[in-house]
């Protein structure tokens, strides 16, 4: 039912090509917040889980079931909107503790997951795993809450996944990640524009 195909000279399965274009459909559902991106990353999250198992990323298997959990609470937290108010969870930007305190959990998620991977697992990868793990949770949880630097964060994950897929032999999701970089960059100037505009309104 998975077996390998080519498509478009590209090696794939069918598994990995529907979690391609959910993973796609999701990203530009995210760029004009549609809370409905939420559903979709559930559903690409449960299926990239089963190929990166095949690929022994244990690292990004994990992390796609922590996408689910997170999915299911930014869900939420885009249509609970702002407490006491009709409004939706407006674009925000983290103060520069909060930026600090990002990148030290980063850091200290990388060196955790680094030393798992490399004790516990049979991963060749547990550097790139490891980092790349932590990056893409610290992207969805500022994602969930529209932090609008949750789009620097994709780029700089995505950009380095691009190179990992291509090692691991994941063309397709590897040519994905390329679409993700420019679709972050997109998201990042969609934000960026939308943030403007509520502060010149509450002006």
């Known amino acids: 039912m998975n077996d390998p195909l080519v498509l478009f000279g590209f090696g794939t399965t069918p598994l990995e090509l529907l979690g391609f274009v959910l993973a796609v459909i999701t990203v530009l559902f995210n760029i004009t917040q549609l809370h409905w991106a939420w559903l979709l990353s559930i559903l690409s999250s449960a299926i990239y889980g089963v190929v990166f198992y095949d690929a022994r990323l244990y690292g990004d298997m994990a992390l796609q079931l922590v996408f689910i959990a997170v999915s ?3 869900w939420k937290q885009w249509l609970s909107g702002v407490p006491s108010t009709a409004e939706s969870l407006p674009v925000t930007r983290l103060d520069r503790n909060s930026g ?3 990148v030290g959990g980063w850091l200290l998620g990388f060196g955790l997951l680094w030393w798992f991977l490399s004790h516990y697992t049979d991963t060749d990868v547990p550097m790139a795993d490891g980092f ?3 990056g893409s949770l610290l992207g969805q949880l500022l994602l969930s809450r529209k932090k609008l630097e949750n789009w620097v964060v994709w780029i700089i994950v ?3 996944y691009v190179v990992l897929y291509v090692h691991k032999h994941l063309m397709l999701t590897a040519v994905l990640y390329a679409v993700f970089v420019a679709m972050a ?3 990042l100037r969609a ?3 939308d ?3 509520r502060r010149m ?3």
Do not use: F, P, S
């Open 201 to 203: 309104v509450l002006e």
């Open 158 to 160: 995505d950009v380095l």
């Open 100 to 102: 600090w305190l990002a």
């Open 72 to 74: 299911v609470w930014g």
């Open 195 to 197: 943030g403007k505009d």
């Open 191 to 193: 934000w960026r524009i």
């Open 132 to 134: 790349l793990t932590a």
């Open 185 to 187: 960059a997109i998201g």
